[in-house]
């Protein structure tokens, strides 16, 4: 398990030779396999319920809607790997780290709110700013705040389904809520893996 | 111009710009992440396969009906609480999800408990944590984050019963 090591920021110049900390993943991990048991369930579910036809049925549309996002999902991609390279590193870590503070959560959640695009370029950007320096608590801000507060599903969905008033009202219910989550996540952090953080202290 | 066009024109746009900054900063630098980009793009394809055929599925056994059971008028924290596993637990996109707390607040359920609905939707809705969180995200991340968001419905119902009705 390579965990990120949110201090350890590799000079761009580096970049090709060594891969970046917290972008390398198990192409397959528990996740995964839960999901695909689930999705095999699910699937032999419908197939008792519907027959081939029903399976087939929604294989086709799924299959449409994929080949529809995977230009996005590159786009998020590519988005994801600049972002990661073009920022600086130690600059990322003390504004957005541990040691931050509520500014770090202020920041993140600002930065979730600004976002643009869907979760194709919140979630590879949000797995980027990890990768160079940030926290667990600035980077729950920042998905927090991308899908509480952001704009894109607004202005795309909540308003024209459930109307202005309640949109902006619940909006400004849930503007607190991303530095709240951020605050809670770094509280718990630290007394979960207090020796991470006394690892990442020392270097 | 629809939605979906402008929202591409934003997200390529915002490709553009940053890639013109790695660019400025020398081809290398942008060689490297345009692989570096190209690569996570590649290794993502498949769970992202997985995850839209099969929260296909998924969706197909939660009927809409069931949900929106779950989100009558029953008021009161353990409405809330309803509300939220509701919110989890819808199948679909944000049409779905929306037109769901649309229909629960034209049919008699409390504010704060939609709220608490829609919240719980945009923070837990297992479709976009299976599709989009889990594939891009370290999985102890998203575990971590769904965790630590659990009391947040319930906080933001909290704040909508104290400043009353929009």
Redesign the interface.
């Known amino acids: 398990m390579s965990e990120?090591s949110p201090k350890d920021p590799a000079p761009?110049?580096d970049?090709?030779s060594e891969p970046?900390p917290?972008?390398v993943?198990k192409?397959i991990?528990?996740?995964?396999i839960i999901?695909?048991a689930?999705?095999a369930v699910?699937?032999a579910?419908?197939w008792r319920?519907d027959g081939s036809a029903?399976?087939l049925d929604?294989?086709t549309?799924?299959?449409s809607?994929?080949s529809g996002?995977?230009?996005?999902?590159?786009?998020?991609?590519?988005?994801?790997?600049?972002?990661?390279?073009?920022l600086p590193h130690e600059k990322v870590s003390r504004s957005l780290g541990p040691k931050s503070g509520l500014m770090g959560l202020l920041i993140g959640t600002a930065f979730g709110a600004i976002l643009?695009?869907?979760?194709?370029?919140?979630?590879?950007v949000?797995?980027a700013l990890?990768a160079v320096g940030a926290d667990?608590g600035a980077?729950?801000a920042m998905?927090?705040s991308w899908?509480?507060i952001g704009y894109?599903?607004a202005?795309?969905?909540?308003i024209p389904?459930?109307?202005t008033?309640?949109t902006?009202?619940?909006i400004v219910?849930?503007l607190?809520?991303p530095v709240?989550?951020g605050a809670?996540?770094r509280f718990?952090?630290i007394r979960l893996y207090p020796k991470q953080l006394a690892k990442d202290d020392e270097s | 111009m629809s939605a979906a066009l402008l929202i591409d024109i934003l997200l390529w746009g915002s490709v553009l710009g940053v890639g013109l900054i790695a660019f400025r900063r020398g081809p290398p630098v942008f060689k490297a992440s345009l692989r570096e980009g190209s690569m996570d793009f590649v290794n993502i394809v498949p769970r992202i396969a997985l995850g839209v055929i099969g929260s296909g599925y998924i969706a197909a056994i939660i009927p809409q009906e069931v949900i929106t059971g779950w989100l009558g008028p029953d008021s009161g924290w353990l409405g809330v609480a309803t509300a939220a596993i509701a919110g989890a637990a819808t199948p679909g996109g944000p049409v779905v999800g929306f037109s769901i707390g649309t229909v629960a607040l034209k049919s008699g359920g409390g504010v704060p408990q939609v709220v608490a609905y829609v919240v719980a939707w945009a923070l837990f809705a297992f479709q976009r944590v299976i599709l989009w969180e889990i594939p891009f995200m370290p999985a102890r991340f998203v575990w971590f984050r769904c965790a630590v968001s659990v009391p947040f419905p319930f906080v933001a119902a909290a704040i909508a019963m104290v400043i009353g009705k929009p």
């Open positions: 990120p761009a110049e970049a090709e970046r917290g972008r993943r192409p991990g528990w996740s995964t999901i695909a689930l999705v699910s699937a579910l419908v319920r029903g399976v929604i294989l549309h799924d299959l809607l994929f996002i995977l230009p996005r999902v590159l786009a998020g991609c590519l988005l994801g790997a600049f972002i990661s390279e073009i643009p695009g869907g979760p194709f370029t919140a979630y590879p949000a797995s990890l667990f980077t729950i998905v927090v899908t509480l894109g599903r202005v795309a969905w909540e389904i459930m109307g008033d309640f902006l009202w619940r219910i849930s607190p809520l709240l989550a809670l996540g718990v952090y």
